[in-house]
């Protein structure tokens, strides 16, 4: 093709349609990231393993805890789609400092990976390491609630509170959380280690904890981990194949489903806008073509004289829409890539608080590529067929 | 054997109410290396005749035989692959490409053949183009070149596949009397040096009286087929009588 305006308006429709197929999916998956990733804040990948009943001599014993800290500990090392685990055990009652007193929501005793489970952050001071927990020391780490329940505006750290008359040195302050999906206050928290809360509120000696909560490495290994977990307890318990279980693991993936429903959702919408442009961009490429081989009739009668084929007029014509739309494509893929990252930049230049991630999808540019070379064997065909019916007589006598 | 043989060639065309006769009952042969002209007034069937010599069109009834090889049960296929090695033409408009040079228009029957490297289409079609006095003028493009620069360049290409006819659509047509010398020159001096058979197409007394037979239509049908010029022009002068 030798009209160079009209080639360049062709691979235009083209380079749109490409561009914006490339820039919506890709924006798409920038947001479902970025979605992603605030629900795993929320604790989408969370797996909860509470104990069950224990069955002795066909007796169910209701509230025999079945979960050590033990257990715990083998999850975490044995278990590779973990990221963290913490054993929990639940405690009550009032906290008092000076003579301000208050009871929290809850007041757990965990382990030192609590907060890499919870994907929380603190926002003053630091968290009870391994050897606190191991020496049972009488630290804790509060909420945001705690301290204006409890301190005002006084700095909270290192200041002893009591529980039940026990001391407690407060070694950290939460970072503000707000309420979860249910509306419960998630700062009105203390949490304290496990092994302090056992010995000292519950004057327990046994190893039992409440709960075990892990965290998988990503929400999509969560069926993974949630097996990895029942293997490893059915073996620690010695629980045979089928036998009932003492345990129970909870999971979120209802959660997670849904949330990869939404995401998956707005990129098919905004894929199929992208598509629509893209299917426009093509009917430009017919009509071009056919502008095209009415004008070219002559040409098209001149080859056929000399010896052309059908099949080769069908060809020239076919090759040169496919030449045009890949073209087309693959500038329509750069400048997509450039567009969505551009995008993202913009969005997180202009609603602060938002890191949209910058997600250049290659599958996305790969099959935008491939559908433009499709777009021209189908837009290009129709009129490379009737270019080589032509009858070469009429073909050279057309004006 | 000869180069060309039509047996009974009609060609009727059916345009709905009315059946058109362009050609009744064409029979005739011509032979390896003969320098023919058809002559006859407008509507006289001989650019159908040309169409069909040329395997452009197809006979509704009859035998055409080129080369001994039956033309008009052929493919449009393979009659493309007939006029690719056998045929070469020359228009009356010249019928270049627009916006490519005079080697690439040269090269273009070379490209349908099969098993041709690009350097061997391109040193053939320099050769062919050097034949015709156009060696300096490879890479013009056809507006920037003369009519009767032109018309060289569509000759070069009629012949750059090695054809064993030349088949010209009144060649002069468009050409001033100068040039038009120039051409006929050429036909002239292919037909007697290198033995290449040629038909022209024609109604220019000048142009026919060239060749070395003439072949008058007349309604579609071939009134006179004769060595003698001026018979062949008497003939085609006189009434037709009813």
Known sequence: MKNKLRAGLTVLGVVIGIAAVTTMVSIGQSASALVQGQFAALGTNVIVVLPGSQQRGGVRQAGILTLTAADAEAIGSESRAILAVSPIVGAQGQVVFGNANWSPRDMQGVGADYLTVRNWKLQAGGFFAREEINAGAQVCVIGNTIVAKLFQTANPLNQVIRVKNIPFRVIGVLEKKGVNMVGDDQDNIVLMPFTTVRKRLQGSNFNNVNAIMVSAISPKVMDTASREIEQILYERHGIAPGEKPDFSVQDTTEIAATLGVITGTLTMMLATIAGISLLVGGVGIMNIMLVSVTERTREIGIRMAIGARGKDILRQFLVEAIILSSIGGFIGVVLGMAASAGATLLINSFSSGTDWPIIVSLPAAAVAMLFAAAVGIFFGYYPARRASQLDPIEALRYE | ?242
């Open chain 2, 1 to 242: 054997m000869a180069l060309i043989e039509l047996r009974d060639v009609r060609r009727v065309y059916d345009l709905g109410e009315v059946e058109v006769h362009a050609l009744r009952s064409v029979t005739l042969n011509i032979e390896r290396g003969e320098y023919v002209a058809l002559i006859g007034p407008s509507g006289s069937g001989k650019s159908t005749l040309m169409n069909t010599l040329g395997c452009l069109d197809r006979p509704t009834h009859g035998s055409y035989l080129l080369d001994g090889e039956e033309i008009v049960t052929m493919s449009r296929d393979q009659r493309a692959g007939i006029r690719n090695r056998q045929l070469g033409f020359v228009f009356q408009n010249f019928n270049l490409l627009n916006r490519t040079s005079a080697v690439e228009n040269v090269e273009l029957p070379l490209l349908y053949s099969q098993g041709i490297s690009s350097r061997q289409r391109r040193q053939r079609a320099t050769e062919q183009l050097q034949k015709v006095g156009l060696g300096d003028r490879l890479y013009h493009h056809s507006s920037q070149l003369s009519g009767g620069q032109q018309q060289r360049v569509a000759i070069a290409r009629a012949l750059v596949n090695c054809p064993a006819i030349l088949m010209a659509d009144e060649p002069t047509g468009n050409l001033d009397s100068k040039t038009s010398r120039e051409v006929i020159g050429i036909f002239r001096e292919l037909n007697e040096t290198e033995g290449l058979t040629v038909i022209i197409v024609t109604h220019d007394p000048a142009v026919a009286r060239n060749a070395k037979r003439t072949i008058v239509l007349r309604d579609g049908e071939v009134v006179a087929d004769t060595h003698d010029f001026q018979r062949a022009l008497e003939i085609l002068n006189s009434e037709p009588v009813d």
